[in-house]
């Protein structure tokens, strides 16, 4: 009764086509979560995203939940929480993504969800970070805990003055750095990011995590681009 009324005054929108929620629906209408394209990844070891690590770090899953395309509706929601202030999105898919991967067996493979770090800088002018709501909305269906604190994003920043800007940006490389290794001793992590696209991102996030001690790490995304 209280939520018709609500919804009467403050209408509620599909985050990825902007047509109203009607009662039931949540952050994303029934339509789009049935249109936009899922890799189901969770369902064979041997899929396309697990396909862009091998050979370059040991990973127990990589999974991720849509396929990314350039124009379509995964993008425009994946824009939406990165850049519109709509942590939400994240959180939702997170609770909803969760589900498939405990009824597949992920509960009991993983002991804390780690999410890719955004530098510090970044995350004062984006208020949260992307990957950390997804993450939140995975462990609560997991029923696993989550930890922003060991994984962190440094840059090193050559002094290279002479070289252009556009030089000096790709200058700027992305480090990650752990914090109370102790803590992740021979734990299973399953870490988080919003899209994977390269898999670099990943990669150093894992190599960073297996060096401080980790005993092993799975990867689990909203988005993956073929
Ligand atoms: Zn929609």
């Known amino acids: 009764m209280l939520s018709d009324f609500i919804s009467l005054f403050f209408p509620r929108y599909c985050m990825a086509c902007g047509n109203s929620l009607v009662k039931g629906e949540e ?3 029934l339509k789009c979560d049935y249109e936009m394209p899922r890799t189901e990844s969770h369902e064979d070891a041997q899929n396309f995203v697990a396909i862009k690590f091998y050979g370059k770090v040991r990973l127990t899953d990589a999974v991720a939940c849509y396929k990314f395309s350039k124009h379509g509706k995964v993008q425009k929601l994946l824009h939406r929480l ?11 898919i997170g609770r ?3 589900i498939e991967l405990r009824d597949n067996g992920f509960s009991e493979c993983y002991d804390l969800i780690v999410p890719v770090p ?8 984006r208020k949260y970070n992307q990957s950390a709501v997804f993450a939140d909305g995975l462990s609560q269906s997991l029923g696993l805990p989550f930890s922003d604190r060991h994984l962190v994003r440094t840059i090193k920043t050559s002094t290279q003055t002479r070289k252009s800007r556009f030089e000096r940006w790709r200058n700027v490389e992305s480090i990650f750095e752990i914090n109370y290794p ?14 994977i696209t390269t898999g670099s991102t ?5 190599n960073a995590l297996l060096s401080a001690g980790c005993r092993s790490v799975g990867v689990a995304a909203i988005a993956a681009a073929k």
């Open 96 to 98: 909803k993504y969760g």
């Open 82 to 92: 990165k850049y519109d202030g709509k942590p939400s999105i994240g959180e939702f």
């Open 27 to 29: 952050v994303i209408c």
């Open 118 to 125: 955004l530098h510090k800088i970044k995350l004062r002018r």
């Open 182 to 195: 102790e803590v992740l001793k021979e734990k299973r992590i399953l870490l988080v990011d919003d899209v």
């Open 202 to 206: 990943i990669e150093s996030c894992a």
